[in-house]
């Protein structure tokens, strides 16, 4: 079993999304944890904010057959095939981390994103604080606590994502 992260994002019918995004992701492995919920603006496009969170799961699968199922699945769920970066979204599930794999093609594992958005960094920093990035040596708490925090996100409360 391999130990994944992974981004969940939505802003359209943002709640029904992530729920359903955390209901079919316990179908691809075991021993799910997911961070808190956190409503985010967009970055990068005018749009409506998106609710952000991190989960933890064991998994089986491999890289290649892990990033399958989770285009599957945002498919699913509504999101357009031709779907650009910046633009509104029902689903957009992301690898952060796959084990202790480090990679420059694609995916390109740890994910940019850790460095680069709030919505990706805090719950990491929540969810496994003294985890090291692999090929970067530091936690995440402490990549957290040299963070740039320019990227507006506050934390929610949902009660659907409560159970997982």
């Known amino acids: ?11 359209i019918e943002r709640e029904k999304h992530i729920v359903a995004a955390l209901e079919e ?11 808190r919920v956190f409503e985010a603006e967009p970055v990068g496009f005018e749009g409506s904010n998106f609710f ?17 199922r989770l285009r599957e699945i945002e498919l699913k769920w509504g999101r357009k095939p031709d779907a650009k970066k910046n633009e509104d979204r029902t689903l957009d ?3 952060l ?3 202790e794999q480090v990679s420059i093609d694609a995916p390109v594992l740890p994910r940019q994103d ?11 920093a929540e969810l496994c604080p003294e985890k090291k990035i692999p090929g970067d040596g530091r ?3 402490q990549l957290w606590h040299s ?4 990227q507006s996100l506050w934390p929610v409360e949902l009660l659907a994502v409560k159970e997982y």
């Open 1 to 11: 079993m391999i130990t994944t992260y992974i981004s969940v994002g939505s802003n």
């Open 25 to 35: 992701l316990t179908l691809l492995g075991s021993r799910l944890r997911a961070s």
């Open 52 to 68: 952000n969170l991190v989960i933890e799961l064991e998994t089986s699968l491999s890289l290649p057959l892990l990033a399958k």
């Open 93 to 95: 599930l992301d690898i």
């Open 97 to 99: 981390l796959y084990g």
């Open 114 to 124: 850790i460095y680069k958005f709030a919505f990706a960094l805090w719950p990491m």
């Open 139 to 141: 936690t995440f708490s």
């Open 147 to 150: 963070f740039n925090h320019t």
